[in-house]
Every structure is written in C-alpha cells, then in structure tokens.
C-alpha cells in the first residue's frame, strides 16, 4: 500500500486506501470522518500511516 500522490488532500492517507481498496477515495474520506467521531485512537492511526506508509513511486497507477 502506498499513500496516494494524486488522491491527497492532506497526507493522501485515505487516497491510499481507496487505491487499495477499488474504492471512490470520497466515500473513504466521509467513512474515516464518521468514524473518527467515535472516541477512540483513529487521529493517532491516521498520523501513524502518515508517518510509516510510503508516498506512491511517481508514475505509480493503483490498478
């Protein structure tokens, strides 16, 4: 899995996994925001994959 180069809003985090997953990178946004609202550690997941999860080689296409 790699973060996305073309998906990014922030740290191209949820465009990675939308990649990763066939998924519109929309609907993975809106599902980590509603999930996110329940208390729990997902910020530090979300800063953990930013940090550890590498940014797409360029010219790298999700297929």
Known sequence: MYRSREHRILAGVCGGI?????????????????????????????VAMWILVPEAPKGYRAA
């Open 18 to 46: 939308a990649d990763k997953t066939g998924m519109p990178p929309t609907l993975v946004r809106i599902l980590w925001l509603l999930l996110s609202l329940i208390p729990g550690p997902l910020w530090v997941v979300y």
